[in-house]
């Protein structure tokens, strides 16, 4: 099982890696959409994301390559969970357009004035490291999924008040989806995504805002193309946003 699913990861960054830059976006939305759709990769993430500050790592991960001059390198965390994490919040900038990736690689990895050389860079620099330290992650972890469930009520948690009408919307959102995807044909994605569905709510109930914004994340990937949950999917976006979760 842990074999099929590091293989699987490793083919999705890999295809990031032997992508051109001009449709690198849909290749890292894919890689993305694995991590937060599989249930191994997932719980992996979770634990990683667990008291990260990506903004504050990013500030450090910043080093100047020449003292005095305005122009930097990107450093990644030795921590492999803080590395995972990193990257992970850093492809999901790229993939929603909140941070552009073209002046990203502009800033970081433009060599001789080619985005060609640059994005290998990115490649090699970024996307195998993180597909090295998962693949490790995943080897070395023999955490249940529940006994991840309940470390996460414990350790490190980021509490979000949410009163109960609130609590009652976001629930209920979550019950139309899953049992719009009951109905649906196809078994092994209707599971995964109910899975995901699951974790939002699970973290919701318990009020831990990073948890609540990764499993909307993985949720926002997993629907993507599935018409009849839109509109469900709005409401939640609007109500978490209304939360300052995301």
Known sequence: MGEDVAKVFVEKCEEVVNSRFIIADKKIQSLLKEVVTNKALYAVLEKCLMDFNYEKEFLKAKVPVIEGQNKFALSLPDDNEKLIAFVFCLLHEIEDKTRDFQKFLQDFYYNNGSFFEGYNEFCVKIIRPFMYTMCAMLKTSDVTLEEEA????????????????????????????????????ASEIRSERIFIIESLKNAVLIRDRKIIKTAFIGLMYSLKGVKDCSKNIAKLEKTLKDLWII
Not at 155 to 181: Q, Y
């Open 150 to 185: 309940q470390v996460s009520k414990f350790f490190g948690t980021d509490i979000v008040h949410i009163d109960s009408p609130t609590l009652n919307i976001i629930l209920e959102s979550c019950d139309k989806m899953a049992l719009i995807l009951e109905k649906s044909k």
